[in-house]
């Protein structure tokens, strides 16, 4: 993806920014020590203990960390300028590894990654306000007003991962670290809301216009539900029963008729006519749907106007092929690497030859797609088969792993009593809406036990969301090989890291999204609308 020109704007911007980052550090261990001074009679005698030796190796220290601060905050900037991943969070390719190097994910480092999505999610929270109104500013100075994205380069991720890049700084354990950065979240996230708020105070008067959402944000700590948000969806019958029936056919319709092979049938259910049109132009505007892929899937418009003058009320149900295809292609697209890669270009390929067939055929009928779905199921399992089979050395070693760990020859813990699951919610308690009940541990454990190999996960890990495959999940289960969806990295999870961040919130079952739904939605309420 081209990388667009930065502006002069843009990088006097930055440089004020990080002409301020040493004081806005300095402003942070100080916050810091005085929560750590004022949290002492909350803790544990061990948690006291290691706490007091990270209050005196601050004072020490406190230079060298604030030089790795600034550095990380200058190469994270560097690269999200240029279009490069984040130093902070880039992995090796498995590619450019040795088949034997495997590095475990366990307790210690699920806890870094547990602090790292509390600081996060506490600076965003904390200064919700200030970082919307900042991005207007930004955006502008990217050109880009409708503010279609965040340009900013000093997010909240950005500041987090710098401040753990200093933690370790502390040459100490990875206990102490946790146990800093934990304490030093909730100062960081109070002086960024003034940090951001200055800099557009900054931008303002140095004549920069700033750039307007285009969707309705809600005011700063709102946390309700938005008013469009219903509990009714409706299902394709009852989209269809809200449409008038139309006295020609829809543009959509008539654009599909002219550059048809196949003509149209001269008589359709009027009324299942528009629904299908409407649907198709639904799915033309979602923002969501990447461009490849809603190519794809708009080539299906006119097979199933043919497929409802064949079939007629069966294409009024969610539940049918054609629908099924439409909703997996999209999902799995989504779980898949950028453009460009040979991966999704490999699926894409799958997708236009069966989509192509689908159209050419004469009889359109449901076992038609059902072909189509079963053809798209087996290249995505054979995509499985070919991650597992590229990762068997992997395997190989992991499972003798278990069965040592299973063993009792683990490796002890460094954490120093600083691992405390109940404290590690994701967001500060007196920030969330309401209280979220805890999962109990067993109900995670059996979580754990009925995921199956294929099942695509979601999770904080190594400082970023991902999306995650589960390859393996170890004959005992409590080593697990999962794949990235983005790349063709993998991760060796520890069980017990699982279910810490399980516990923790962050991390959940995918389940596949409806596409056809959520267009549905939007054609029963402009049907509604108008009808109103």
Partial sequence: MPVMPISEDMLQFVDDELLRAPLLFDQMIEGTLDRARKDMSDLSPLQRAALTEVMQALKQRRSGMADIFIRSLRQQVQAELQGLPSPATAKPSIRDARPNMLALVDEDEVAIDVELAHAIEGIRSIAEFELRELQTYIAAMKGDMDVTRDHNPFRAETYARATWAAAQGLAMSRGHQVAFMRHASRPLALLLRQAYAASSSRLESQGVEPAAYRTVILPSGARSSRSMDTTFSPDLRQVRDTLPAPLQAEPEARSAARHAPIKLPPRIDQRLQALVDRLFGAIRGDTRVPADVLLLIMRLHTPALRLAQAEGEALADEAHPLW?????????????????????????????????????????????????????????????????????????????????????????????????????????????????????????????????????????????????????????????????????STWAVRRRALAILREARLLKSLTQRSLVRRAANQVHDEAVSRAA
Wanted: hydrophobic letters at 40%; one cysteine or more.
């Fill in 324 to 488: 099924e295809f439409v909703n997996r292609l999209a999902y799995e697209a989504e779980m898949m690497p950028d453009i460009g890669d040979p991966e999704r270009t490999q699926l894409l390929r799958v997708a236009q030859t069966t989509i192509a067939q689908l159209a050419e055929d004469p009889r359109q009928n449901t076992a038609l797609y059902d072909w189509g779905n079963d053809r798209l199921a087996t290249y995505l399992r054979q995509r499985l088969e070919r991650r597992c089979t590229a990762a068997a050395s992997q395997i190989g070693a992991l499972q003798k792993l278990e069965d040592r760990l299973v063993a009792g020859l683990a490796v002890p813990t460094t954490l120093n009593g600083a691992l405390d699951v109940p404290q590690l919610d994701t967001v500060p308690a007196e920030l969330l809406p309401e209280q979220m009940p805890q999962e109990p541990e067993a109900a995670t454990h059996r979580w754990l036990d009925e995921l199956q190999p294929g099942a695509w996960l979601r999770l904080f890990l190594q400082g970023r969301w991902v999306h995650a495959q589960v390859l393996w999940p170890g004959e005992r289960r409590e080593v697990w090989l999962l794949g990235d969806g983005a790349s063709d």
